[in-house]
C-alpha cells in the first residue's frame, strides 16, 4: 500500500460528459502529479500540484482541469468525455517537488467512456 | 526536453535466467533516472533511482541498474528471474535542474516462463 488512495477505482460513464477523480495524498506529502495511462500513449503527465499551486502542466486537454485544496487532496475534472479519454488515470504523491524525489502512485482510477 | 525509449515492449524470460530491460534516455542536463514495476491492477513503484551518487545502483528485489552516461543508458537487470518478477517496468527520467517532473517510457512487460 503506497499511502496514495484514489477514487473511484472504476468510473463508466457516457460521452459528454463530466467526471470527478479524487486523490488523497500520502500523509505529509504536498505534492500531487496526475498521470494518464492509455496502451497507445503510455504513462502521460498531465499537471502537477505543490501545497494547493500548479507546479507544471504537460500534456493536459483544455477539457480536463485540477485543483489541489487545502487538506492537500486533489481533484482531476474531466469534462465533455469522448471515447478517446477511456484511460487509467493515475494520482501520484512526494513530499516536496525535487526531481529527484520518489513519487508514491496510487492504484489508479480506470475510466471508460461509452 | 527529455525522453525515454525503452527497447522492447514485450520481454520473456526463463525463470532462473538474467533479466535485462532496455532504457535509454535524452536529457540536455544531467538526469535523475528512475525504474519503476507496475503488478497488475496495481499502481506504480519505484524499484530505483539514480541521482548522481554511484553510477550502480542497487534496488528492491534483487534488481539494480547502471548509469552509462557515455552510452546515455540505463538497463535494469537481474542475475536471476523469479516468477514474481513478472510485471510491467517503467524507465523514467526527470532533470536534474529546475521542475520537470517525471517522464516515463511505455514500458515493457517482463514474462517469465517455469
Known amino acids: 500500500d503506497s499511502g496514495v488512495t484514489q477514487t473511484p477505482k472504476h468510473l463508466i460513464t457516457a460521452t459528454g460528459q463530466r467526471v470527478t477523480l479524487r486523490c488523497s495524498p500520502r500523509?505529509?506529502?504536498?505534492?500531487v502529479y496526475w498521470y494518464q495511462q492509455s496502451l497507445d500513449q503510455g504513462l502521460q503527465f498531465l499537471i502537477q500540484?505543490?501545497?494547493?499551486?500548479?507546479?507544471a502542466k504537460g500534456n493536459i486537454l483544455e477539457r480536463f482541469s485540477a485543483q489541489q485544496f487545502p487538506d492537500l487532496h486533489s481533484e482531476l475534472n474531466l469534462s465533455s468525455l469522448e471515447l478517446g479519454d477511456s484511460a487509467l488515470y493515475f494520482c501520484?504523491?512526494?513530499?516536496?517537488?525535487?526531481?529527484?524525489?520518489?513519487?508514491?502512485f496510487g492504484q489508479g482510477t480506470r475510466l471508460t467512456v461509452v | 526536453a527529455q525522453s525515454v525509449t525503452q527497447l522492447g515492449s514485450h520481454v520473456s524470460v526463463s525463470e532462473g535466467a538474467l533479466v535485462l530491460l532496455r532504457c535509454n534516455y535524452s536529457?540536455?542536463?544531467?538526469?535523475?533516472l528512475f525504474w519503476y514495476v507496475q503488478y497488475p491492477n496495481q499502481g506504480l513503484q519505484l524499484l530505483l533511482k539514480y541521482t548522481s551518487a554511484a553510477t550502480l545502483v542497487k534496488g528492491i528485489n534483487g534488481f539494480e541498474a547502471e548509469f552509462k552516461k557515455s552510452e546515455t543508458s540505463f538497463h535494469l537487470t537481474k542475475p536471476s528471474a523469479h516468477m514474481s518478477d513478472a510485471a510491467e517496468y517503467f524507465c523514467a527520467v526527470s532533470e536534474s535542474t529546475g521542475n520537470t517532473p517525471l517522464v516515463f517510457g511505455k514500458g515493457t512487460r517482463l514474462s517469465v516462463i517455469a
Open positions: 500540484y505543490y501545497n494547493g499551486e500548479e507546479r
Open positions: 536529457s540536455s542536463v544531467p538526469p535523475y
Open positions: 500523509s505529509g506529502d504536498l505534492s
Open positions: 501520484a504523491s512526494s513530499v516536496a517537488y525535487r526531481p529527484d524525489t520518489e513519487a508514491f
